[in-house]
């Protein structure tokens, strides 16, 4: 299997078990797009990306206490899918 990159944002995070003392974050990812035509000469990075991963999502349960509020909606990330060796 190849390496592939991937660039996903942070949709939206639910706190459990509630805002104002939370113990996880689900983060709920989107890959980005934008709305509106891109420029022609392909030069927006979230176009490369859209044009081939055109959409999935991917949620993130996180429970580590040290990365509890964290994160934020909007946050950008690239995501690297690297083999692990056997």
């Known amino acids: 299997m190849v ?3 991937a660039k996903v944002k942070i949709a939206s995070i639910a706190r ?3 805002d104002e003392a939370p113990t996880q974050e689900t983060l709920s990812f989107n890959f980005p ?3 509106g035509p ?3 000469d392909g030069s927006d990075e979230d176009q490369q990306f859209a044009r081939f991963s055109p ?3 991917l949620y993130l349960t996180v429970a580590n206490p040290a990365l509890i509020g964290k994160f ?3 946050d950008t990330f ?3 899918f690297v083999p692990v060796g056997k």
């Open 72 to 74: 934020a909606e909007g």
């Open 33 to 35: 797009s934008k709305d």
């Open 3 to 5: 390496a592939m990159r």
């Open 55 to 57: 959409m999935g999502s």
């Open 16 to 18: 459990y078990p509630n």
């Open 78 to 80: 690239y995501l690297d």
């Open 38 to 40: 891109y420029p022609s």
